[in-house]
């Protein structure tokens, strides 16, 4: 079965400390992004990666980094420097980066900092 | 910049009755539409899309978009709802030269009564 793996569902850190999510997907996609989703806000970009060893930038990857060493993974750190990290973490795949196709999501992540 | 709008945060209807969800997006090109539904703690599903052609799209579990230019709208229906369909659904939209990303509605969390 094709599809996208995040792990593990349920994450809790200590405030400080770095934390790394993983996304993998084998769909053979090219593309590949996080969001994050806060209750009444929807689904924010943190970032994206056309291709491998290439990432941009969403509209919130402030306090965030990726890595994209692979086609089928894409892992997010949070940093300690994500002022409010608490959040659902969504990994998304397309075959190519675009507004015109359509993206596929993994199960999520929930990560809770305290 | 491109955005997506989802007037209604909350929607209930009775099991059986007839759905309307409303998007109104904000961008001069053509656009790429799409619904997609998510159940509490879970990725997001595709229900249906739209880029060109016949303005009214069918996608799976019995849900239809009609993309009034017009309006701006790209409004999901479903003639009669049931029990299972009580989730959240999110109205997105991708635009040529619109940078390599969806942008996402808030969100519109329907609840069913029996």
């Known amino acids: 079965d094709g599809g996208i793996t995040q792990s593990p569902k349920y994450l809790f850190r200590k405030e400080g400390q770095n934390v790394t999510l993983s996304c993998e997907q084998n769909l053979n996609h090219d593309a590949m992004y996080w969001y994050r989703q806060d209750p009444g806000q929807g689904l924010r970009l943190i970032y994206y990666?056309?291709?491998?060893?290439?990432?941009q930038k969403g509209d919130i990857a402030e306090g965030y980094s990726v890595s994209r060493e692979k086609k089928e993974s894409f892992p997010l750190t949070v940093t300690s420097a994500q002022k409010n990290p608490t959040a659902f973490y969504l990994c998304?795949?397309?075959?190519?980066?675009?507004?015109?196709?359509?993206?596929?999501f993994g199960p999520g992540t929930r990560l809770t900092v305290t | 910049a491109q955005s997506v709008t989802q007037p209604d945060i909350h929607i209930t209807v009775s099991e059986g009755a007839s759905l309307e969800l409303r998007c109104n997006y904000s961008y001069g090109a053509t656009p790429y539409l799409f619904w997609y539904v998510q159940s509490p703690g879970q990725g997001l599903q595709l229900l249906l899309k739209y880029f060109s052609g016949d303005t009214l799209v069918q996608g799976i579990k019995g849900f239809e978009a009609e993309f009034k230019r017009s309006q701006s709208s790209f409004n999901l229906r479903k003639p009669s709802v049931h029990w299972s369909d009580a989730a959240e659904y999110f109205c997105a939209v991708g635009f040529t030269g619109g940078g390599n990303k969806l942008t996402f509605g808030t969100g519109t969390q329907l609840k069913v009564e029996l």
């Open positions: 998304a795949s397309s075959i190519q980066a675009g507004g015109r196709y359509e993206q596929y």
């Open positions: 990666s056309q291709i491998v060893n290439d990432f």
